[in-house]
């Protein structure tokens, strides 16, 4: 099944080459903010989308959403982003080659604030399946090795709840680009020995994303769903220090997450739970 829909501003062209997944070559025209969108996989119980170049993945997706497109399930990929962002709308470099994807979650409840975790606990079970030790840093990056391989950013708009994951297959950005010098470096997957194509391997996330959200949305016990997720948590039990946007930092060791979505911190005034900002690892 093929479908196209066309967004806002630039040229189409045709899928990456040696692509075998996309077959199907986009016509050119006048577009805005993506190429236009093709179903590129009806494989599965849910829709895949593709274009060439997005704003980002999840404007796409939100697009579709308003336009009622994008049942819950339904993913987006793009080749590249012109316009990717990470936490605090920090721009997210987005060359052509790493997977660029965004996901329309089921409509969340009560268990919303743990969403992130329970997504990176779904990619992280995939890359661990393909070899690799993976962890999740708190608030939303994904680690392989210790380095930065990914990340993951959930949005709510107008009742519609898309999740963005991005990971570093062909490329990663260089030690010069760190905001710090304590920053984690960033580390491509490729370098792993992981060789699949980005939509082979969303696939794979997908299925793990919507089955670990279902899992979660049916545990009974809170309290053990978050020990659980505690177990993916980098740094966990080791000495960091926290980082606000006003520049404010603590010194602290991870104890857990609460199950409200923050990072429970054991400071020398006792246990805080951060909700904002980030953390690093406390160099001696």
């Known amino acids: 099944m093929n479908e196209n829909f066309t967004g806002h501003g630039a040229i189409s062209v045709a899928p990456p080459a040696g692509n075998p997944d996309l077959r199907e070559k986009a016509t050119a025209s006048e577009t805005g903010g993506h190429s236009p969108l093709r179903r590129v996989d009806s494989s599965g119980a849910f829709a895949v989308y593709y274009c060439d170049h997005a704003t980002s993945t999840m404007d796409a997706a939100f697009g579709l959403a308003a336009r009622g497109r994008f049942p819950e399930g339904s993913s987006v990929m793009a080749g590249r982003q012109t316009k990717g962002r990470g936490q605090f709308t920090r721009p997210w470099v987005s060359p052509p080659g790493n997977l660029y994807a965004s996901i329309r979650l089921p409509q969340p409840g ?98 793990s994303i919507m089955d670990h959200l279902d899992r979660f949305r049916a545990c009974p016990d809170r309290n053990g769903l978050v020990r659980s997720l505690e177990k993916n948590l980098a740094f966990m039990g080791e000495r960091v220090v926290t980082a606000s946007a006003g520049g404010h930092e603590i010194p602290a060791t991870v104890s857990g997450l609460s199950e409200s979505g923050g990072i429970r911190l054991k400071t020398q005034e006792g246990e805080k739970i951060l909700f904002s900002g980030s953390i690093l690892p406390l160099i001696c």
């Open 110 to 207: 009560r268990e919303f604030p743990l969403t992130p975790f329970v997504l990176a606990l779904a990619v992280n079970r995939v890359l661990s399946g393909l070899g690799l030790f993976a962890e999740f840093k708190w608030p939303n990056d994904i680690l392989v090795n210790r380095k930065k391989a990914g990340g993951i950013l959930v949005e709510e708009r107008s009742g519609v709840t898309v999740a963005g994951v991005g990971l570093n297959l062909a490329s990663a950005p260089p030690d010069s680009e760190l905001r710090d010098s304590r920053s984690i470096p960033a580390i491509c997957l490729n370098v792993c020995g992981v060789s699949r194509q980005p939509l082979a391997l969303w696939r794979e996330l997908a299925g």
